[in-house]
């Protein structure tokens, strides 16, 4: 029996890159490789794998690769695989936080050395239907803007597709009146712009919207942006871009359990990058209960420079 399932979405990286992946894995007697074909896919394929009794089921892909994989575990309601990542994406934003390397050579042989921790997930429920996020949901702003990109453009611009959508929506900023609850206590009202839910500390290519996330204190890193001129938003946002902008005025930061978020207009949330829904949406932590191969450098008490 193979020991290891590798779930390759072949849109993601570089064509080269992907071939020399592939020959690299079929050079492996343990490895067994599948190949993702259309949206969902990966899910399935990944409770399969569970199923079938893979010991690491790797996610050879983007955030939304890794995505989808990690939901295909949950699904199986078993626990006994652990969870590989070979980055290939655009922002690669999970694999960032967990040290791993982003050569996909270097990558491939942690798969056999590297130590296995047990991290969080956050549990993500609306309109009757719930998923479960492993990096980071975006609301808001950063919302509009993965309804702007096309998956051409981020192919074609990698992480500079994230300031071109960016860009392109600023004339349309919205101001989105929210009501807010933490860990079940009474409902906050607010005005923002934008609210990240984070495991992972960054998103969109390394921008580091919860630098203080931990993905095993079994916390939620809630950030919230407040609508204001646009002038003091770019001061929050050089801010952003050298490393901690969570003491700038304007920005809300907790970390909590739970979380329910209602706004009008509706607010698109997207989920490791993957659009989801505008209607109220409610978070919850979901403590250690992935086990996840890291990266030498992997700590997860964060550390800000």
């Known amino acids: 029996m193979e020991d290891i399932c590798v779930i390759m979405n072949p849109h993601a990286g570089a064509a080269g890159a992907l071939a020399d992946l ?15 074909t259309k949206g969902g896919h990966a899910r399935d394929l990944a409770a399969g794998a569970v199923e079938e009794g893979f010991e690491i089921v790797v996610a050879a892909g983007g955030d939304g690769t890794i995505h989808e994989v990690v939901n295909g575990i949950m699904d199986s309601g078993r626990r006994d695989s652990r969870l590989g990542i070979i980055p290939l994406g655009t922002g690669n934003d999970l694999a960032r936080t967990l040290a791993i390397p982003t050569d996909p050579r270097d990558a491939l042989a942690l798969l056999f050395t590297g130590r296995t921790v047990s991290i969080d997930l956050i549990r993500a429920d609306a309109e009757g239907a719930h998923r479960f996020i492993v990096n980071a949901a975006a609301g808001g702003f ?5 309804e702007v990109l096309s998956s051409g453009m981020k192919s074609q611009w990698g992480p500079l597709a994230y300031l071109m959508g960016a860009v392109s929506v600023l004339p349309d900023l919205t101001g989105y009146h929210t009501t807010i609850s933490y860990d079940g206590g009474p409902r906050e009202e607010v005005i923002i712009i934008n609210a990240i839910v984070a495991n992972g500390r960054t998103v969109a290519g390394g921008k580091r919207v919860a630098p203080l996330a931990n993905p095993q ?70 403590p250690g209960v992935l086990p996840v191969i890291v990266g030498a450098d992997y700590q997860a008490e964060p550390s800000i420079d």
């Open 142 to 146: 950063s919302g509009q803007v993965d």
């Open 22 to 36: 592939r020959a690299l894995i079929d050079g492996q007697a343990s490895i067994v490789l599948r190949m993702s």
């Open 217 to 286: 204190d079994g916390l939620l890193d809630l950030v919230l942006i407040e609508y204001a001129p646009v002038l003091k938003l770019a001061k929050v946002g050089a801010h952003l871009l050298s490393g901690n902008y969570l003491e700038e005025a304007h920005v809300l930061h907790r970390q909590v359990r739970s979380v329910e978020i209602v706004s009008e207009p509706g607010m698109w949330f997207n989920l490791d990058g993957e659009l989801f829904t505008k209607e109220p949406i409610s978070f919850q932590a979901v």
